[in-house]
């Protein structure tokens, strides 16, 4: 395809890249040299792989310099273990790392073909895929998760059937970018003296760091002191803020840092005791911060802002850990409206002014959270204006009773979107239906949910309404809201400072959205990351999170030690695939006993581990700590999947194998 033929086609159905490439044009020189100053490492790492791959270096090359390629790789270095595992020890012997790595560099072999022969223990698909960018950048693009959220962002639909090939995958990919290469050389031209594609990559991250992150905003509450020293002054003078502990390679903040986004901000505090004893509790809240860059997992950098009144105490409240998400209304309160130049004696909210609840709102996260059981929760809240953080299971089966006689009456709709919802199902279209009393056709114009539940919210506006939408993410949402989601805006309601109303496609009728009426949805992560949602719908919507909960899991059943089976098992899922995908509570809370435990992890959990590394059959092995699969024996050099290995299965398992088996996999018998 030539660049003129790529280019006619992002005219046609990609014009909205333009304006991105346009932005990161005028951005690149901050971007490559300035605050985030990516320049140097990008070109540190195409140093080393330029020189370190060529075929005469590699017939020669010892074991310690293949291992300094996990200290040059993104893949490798931003999980530990990853690195640890691919280049710790020689898995094979030396030569075979000699011939896996010459074969990429043969450029008499297809490009597809190089990237699916290429095995080598612990080595997957991120790394060889960087790996090609890295060492062949005027022919092929380093290709990574960040690669494929920039590209959903950008509406580019990349189809890749299942069961795809990592060379397939990547060739795919490939095409894609080719097309945003010609884009990038007519707009951006070229910025640095790396080749192109390398640019590309960075314009790709830049997609991802600054326009496609989460529009959810929080607010954590991070400390200053390392060891007693306070590290204030270097944080406001680098314009960065750092965790000690990750910086010293220690892990313990990890989950809630890698929380934290571009665009979060961060309330530099300090927590101590005063008054007489010491018995009354104060933080200071000494600066405010954006987070402009995700340095590393531990370090970001940020734009510390000039705010008035600080640093300024605030009694009773006490933040003991080095990051913690702020919840404490009263900062909160200073913060908002410090950040919006409202008077700190207002009340600020983004949401509804009369009611403590979004008018819309998303519960997301893994499968087996609870999101659609919360949605009763959340909609028996709202209408009754109450709040239930612990329910027992008999008040939960009174409010789930009340819940369903609102849904008979209408005041509550339970919807389910799925691949082929539109809008004539959602909010009007006109459908065929058979004539009373005949068996003649006619069409009829048809209201949907959301026209339903909107015409009794508008004529009852002293009651609330709820729509809870289940699996929200699985819709087309630009398909099914169409014109209409920008009525969703709070301040667009009806009655609001900036009400509007517009004529839906078929009545013509003028619709709004009145302020009584509030959406919940639901969203399951292991089906659509959060980052790859439609951005108008992340705009308009409150996301909050539903995280595994261990101490929902029996801790054990039948001598299996069940909750730290779960514990390891989401660790090990969040490394080697990624946290949206772990298992949730749900999977485990309601066994009562052995057979009921083997029944749930042969019938439900192995499937859904397989589907979750499908193909990739190492990583499912590092998974299941080499328990439940057969023929594990050089693993690493079969030919084939269905070759290669296979699940144990409950029949042939007795009790006493079966406890020994999945005992294994937590870390305590490791």
């Not at 302020?515 to 919940?520: D, P, R, T, W």
């Amino acid at each position: 395809m030539t660049e003129e033929t790529n280019e006619a086609q992002l005219d046609e159905d990609k014009t909205h890249i333009r304006k991105y490439l346009q932005e990161f044009s005028s951005e690149s020189n901050e971007w490559f040299h300035g605050k985030r100053n990516i320049l140097p490492i990008v070109k540190e790492y195409y140093s080393f792989h330029k020189n370190f791959f060529t075929k005469e270096n590699l017939e020669n090359a010892t074991w310690e310099q293949f291992q300094e390629i996990s200290k040059k790789m993104h893949s490798l270095r931003s999980v530990p273990m990853a690195g640890k595992n691919a280049f710790g020890k020689p898995n094979v012997p030396i030569e075979e790392y000699r011939k896996q790595f010459l074969a990429l560099l043969d450029k008499q072999i297809p490009v597809k073909e190089r990237v699916d022969n290429f095995k080598l223990p612990f080595i997957g698909k991120a790394t060889i895929r960087e790996l090609m960018g890295y060492i062949y950048p005027e022919d092929c693009y380093i290709i990574n998760s960040s690669t494929e959220i920039a590209l959903n962002f950008l509406g580019i639909k990349v189809n890749i059937p299942r069961g795809a090939s990592i060379g397939e995958e990547y060739e795919a990919l490939t095409k894609e970018l080719d097309k945003i290469q010609t884009l990038y050389k007519s707009i951006v031209g070229h910025k640095t003296d790396l080749p192109v594609n390398l640019e590309i990559d960075q314009f790709l991250r830049w997609i991802t760091e600054t326009q496609a992150s989460t529009t959810e905003v929080k607010y954590w509450a991070v400390g200053c002191t390392w060891d007693g020293d306070s590290k204030e002054s270097h944080f406001l003078e680098q314009g960065i803020w750092e965790d000690g502990y990750g910086a010293n390679g220690n892990n313990k903040y990890k989950k809630e840092l890698e929380q934290v986004s571009v665009g979060a901000f961060l309330l530099l505090k300090s927590s101590s005791t005063n008054g007489k004893g010491h018995r009354i509790s104060f933080t200071k809240l000494k600066k405010v911060g954006k987070v402009t860059a995700i340095n590393e997992w531990y370090s970001f950098s940020v734009e510390w802002l000039d705010i008035q009144g600080l640093p300024k105490d605030f009694d009773g409240i006490y933040y003991a850990k080095t990051i913690e998400q702020m919840r404490n209304d009263k900062m909160l309160q200073f913060v908002k409206n410090a950040l919006t130049g409202a008077p700190q004696n207002s009340s600020y909210t983004i949401e509804n002014t009369e009611s403590k609840h979004p008018l819309n709102q998303i519960l997301y996260g893994p499968p087996g959270t609870g999101k659609t059981y919360s949605t009763v929760i959340k909609a028996m809240e709202i209408i009754n204006n109450a709040s239930y953080p612990t329910l027992s299971k008999e008040e939960y089966t009174r409010l789930k009773k009340q819940f369903d006689e609102l849904k008979l009456k209408g005041q509550i709709k339970f919807i389910t979107f799925h691949q082929n919802y539109s809008y004539e199902e959602f909010i009007e279209g006109i459908r065929p239906e058979l004539q009373s009393g005949s068996n003649n056709l006619c069409y009829a114009l048809t209201n949907g949910p959301l026209k339903q539940i909107q015409e009794k919210a508008k004529k009852d506006p002293n009651n609330k309404y709820v729509l809870i939408i289940d699996e929200i993410n699985r819709g087309n949402i630009s398909k099914i809201f169409g014109e209409l989601i920008t009525l969703l805006e709070a301040d667009k309601r009806k009655g609001n400072e900036h009400e509007i109303t517009m004529p839906l496609m078929y009545s013509q009728e003028e619709f709004f959205l009145p302020n009584n009426l509030y959406i919940i949805g639901t969203m399951n992560t292991a089906d659509k990351s959060i980052a790859l949602v439609d951005v108008a719908l992340r705009r308009r919507f409150s996301f909050t999170e539903m995280m595994p909960n261990e101490e929902l899991v029996p801790e054990n059943i039948s001598e299996v030690l069940l909750r730290e089976i779960f514990i390891t098992l989401n660790k090990k899922i969040s490394i080697y695939r990624d946290r949206d995908h772990q298992l949730g509570h749900s999977y485990f809370m309601n066994i009562q006993n052995l057979p009921q435990l083997k029944q749930k992890w042969f019938k439900e959990i192995l499937p859904l581990l397989n589907e979750y590394f499908y193909g990739d059959w190492e990583k499912l092995n590092s998974v299941l700590s080499e328990r439940f699969i057969t023929n594990t024996e050089d693993i690493s050099f079969k030919e084939t999947i269905g070759e290669s290995w296979t699940f144990k299965s409950e029949k042939e398992m007795g009790d006493e194998q079966f406890i020994k088996e999945i005992n294994g996999i937590a870390k305590l018998n490791q």
